[in-house]
């Protein structure tokens, strides 16, 4: 349920109010916006009287809220969440770039890459240390020497860092990361999304490979039900019947999530297809669609990575691949004014 209050709502019946409310072991969210004030009430609101509620002198509206995600619920929050990481932000019409290496392979490579990204527009060093690969026989990933080589990266550019978590007990060592990231094949691991939502630091959840949006949303709502309310949707791609590319990148989800959610959306197009020459097109696309950044895997030799060499660009084609994605966001932005 929500409970939209009229603007510059009286003190004392407000606090009335959801005094009465926690009575009743209702928990309270509250949004404010530019306009109203929002209150959005989490637990058992059945047996709650709307008219009650509605016949207050404060309250403007009351609706109740059919869907089961509330925190991540565009109704419960209208305004679209903008999060702060390091010197930059994600959201708020900000175009965020996350490139960097599939796998960390050395502190040479990464930090290598990390300066190439930087200079050609990225603002953020994706980077994966610990690796989930079909194959029990791949490249695992370096585990925390990999991450204590991307923190080196982060140091010599300035770049803050995604990388992903794949187990609780490798939770310790995310403790300096900058974006915590959920893969695909942990997407409904709730024990996982749980134990982020402790966590202060923003995490981004991908999505899984058969998962609905609304399957995707009440993972997100794992973690802001655990109080973490800085979390990243990325869609990279779905399994479908199409065998051509590695799986199918849905860019319909971008306004679909726009208009169920508050939260900001990353596109990966890297893994979406497999193939570094669908990466261009498809986040050209990502960014006329609206979505609030991309993450892209470069590596300096993709013909000899570790991990996912087809999918990556090389630095002199990311390049210009980020001067025109950030041409235009800035065009898409001049036409919304």
């Not at 980020?322 to 001049?334: G, N, R, Y």
Request: some cysteine; hydrophobic content about 40%; charged content about 25%.
């Amino acid at each position: 349920m929500i409970v939209i209050l009229k603007h510059n709502p009286n003190r004392e019946q407000l606090e009335s109010l959801i005094n009465w409310l926690k009575e009743k072991d209702i928990i309270i969210h509250t949004s404010i916006g530019e306009a109203h004030t929002i209150l959005g009430l989490v637990g058992d609101t059945s047996k709650l009287d709307i008219d009650l509620i509605a016949a207050l002198d404060i309250v403007e509206d009351v609706k109740r809220v059919q869907e089961p995600y509330k925190n991540a619920n565009r109704k419960f929050h209208p305004e679209d969440t903008v999060i702060p990481v390091g010197n930059t932000q994600i959201g708020g019409g900000t175009l965020t770039i996350m490139a960097g290496p599939c796998s960390v392979e050395s502190e040479e490579q990464v930090v290598a890459i990390a300066k190439a990204v930087k200079a050609s527009g990225a603002t953020m060093l994706r980077g994966g240390a610990f690796k989930p690969r079909t194959s029990p026989y791949a490249f695992q990933g370096l585990g925390a020497k990999g991450l204590e080589y991307l923190k080196v990266a982060r140091q010599e550019t300035g770049l803050p860092i995604v990388t992903e978590l794949m187990d609780l007990s490798q939770l310790p060592l995310f403790k300096d990361v900058d974006v915590i990231q959920i893969g695909a094949r942990n997407m409904q691991n709730f024990d996982l999304l749980k134990a982020v939502g402790h966590q202060d630091r923003p995490v981004m959840i991908k999505r899984g490979m058969s998962a609905t949006y609304e399957e995707w949303l009440m993972s997100a709502e794992y973690v802001m039900s655990g109080g973490n309310e800085n979390v990243i949707l990325c869609e990279r791609g779905i399994r479908t019947f199409e065998h051509y590319t590695r799986n199918t990148l849905d860019l319909a989800a971008i306004p679909v999530l726009r208009r169920l959610t508050h939260l900001p959306v990353i596109i990966d197009p890297s893994h979406a297809t497999g193939k570094s020459w669908l990466v261009d097109p498809l986040a050209m696309g990502a960014v006329a669609t609206g979505a609030d950044g991309l993450q892209i895997e470069v590596h300096n030799d993709p013909a000899h990575a570790l991990c996912d060499g087809p999918q990556s660009l090389k630095p002199e084609d990311f390049d210009p691949l980020a001067k025109k994605l950030l041409a235009l966001h800035a065009a898409v932005k001049s036409l919304e004014g």
